[in-house]
C-alpha cells in the first residue's frame, strides 16, 4: 500500500502576543481598552468585564497585570478570609467569576478587603453578575455598586486583524482574497476566527497543503 500522504500534527501551544500594543482596538471594544489602561483612575474599586468567549477580556486582563501589578487569583481557589492580609494592596484580577465554581464566601470577602485596602479589583465574565447563581445576597449587593464595562462582537475590519494576528502568532501569512473569502461565511464572533485558524493550521499540517480559498471551503 502507498504510504499516506497525512502527516501527524501536533497540538503544541501557541505563543499569543498579549501587551498593550498587540491588542486590536474597533469601536467594539475600544471604550473597554481605554478604561482598562486608564487604571488607576477608575470610576469604581471593582470593574466587571463582560463579553463573549474570545472577545478579548484575558488579553485586557493581561494588559491590566503589565500596567498595574495586579495578580491573578483562581475563582475556583480564592484565598480564605485569613489570608487576605497577605495581598496587601496588591491589585488583583479573577477570570471567568461566572463559573459555578465561585466560592460566594470567599468572593465576599476579597471584595471587602479591596474596598477597606483602596486598591482595585478587575472581574471578567460571560455574563452580568445579575444573571449569575449566586445565593448570598451581600455578595450580589457588593457587585451591583460594581463598574460594568463590556465587551461587544466584532465588526468586520476588527475580525479581519484579528484573524490575520492569530496567523501571525503561528508564524503563518494568508493571502487577502482568501481571508475575504472566510470573513464573509464565518460565524461572526472572535472565538470562531480562533477555530478557523487553528483547523485551518492543523489541516495544512496534516495533508501538506498550503492555506488556500480550497482549504478554507473544506474547514467551513
Do not use: C
Not at 482596538?25 to 474570545?54: C, E, H, K, Q, Y
Not at 477580556?57 to 493581561?62: C, I, Q, V, W
Not at 455574563?127 to 465588526?155: F, I, K, V
Amino acid at each position: 500500500m502507498a504510504p499516506s500522504a497525512r502527516q501527524m500534527s501536533f497540538d503544541l501551544p501557541i505563543a499569543s502576543a498579549m501587551s498593550r500594543d498587540d491588542f486590536i482596538r474597533d469601536d467594539t471594544n475600544r471604550i473597554a481598552f481605554d478604561m482598562i489602561v486608564s487604571w488607576p483612575d477608575w470610576p469604581s474599586n471593582v470593574v466587571v468585564l463582560a463579553g463573549p468567549v474570545g472577545s478579548g477580556k484575558s488579553h485586557l486582563a493581561a494588559i491590566h497585570s503589565q500596567q498595574s501589578g495586579a495578580i491573578f487569583l483562581a475563582n475556583d481557589d480564592l484565598p480564605k478570609p485569613e489570608d487576605l492580609p497577605v495581598l496587601g494592596n496588591t491589585p488583583v484580577i479573577v477570570e471567568d467569576a461566572h463559573s459555578v465554581q465561585l466560592d460566594e464566601t470567599r468572593m465576599f470577602h476579597l471584595l471587602n478587603h479591596v474596598r477597606e485596602r483602596a486598591t482595585t479589583m478587575l472581574i471578567t465574565s460571560r455574563s452580568w453578575p445579575d444573571s449569575w447563581p449566586l445565593t448570598l445576597p451581600d455578595l450580589r449587593s457588593r457587585l451591583r455598586a460594581a463598574h460594568p464595562l463590556e465587551l461587544n462582537e466584532p465588526g468586520d475590519q476588527l475580525l479581519r486583524q484579528v484573524m490575520v494576528k492569530l496567523f501571525a502568532d503561528r508564524q503563518l501569512t494568508i493571502e487577502p482574497r482568501v481571508l475575504d473569502y472566510i470573513i464573509v461565511r464565518m460565524e461572526r464572533s472572535l472565538s470562531a476566527a480562533g477555530r478557523v485558524v487553528n483547523d485551518l493550521d492543523r489541516l495544512s499540517l496534516e495533508e501538506g497543503r498550503p492555506i488556500t480559498r480550497q482549504l478554507a471551503a473544506d474547514i467551513l
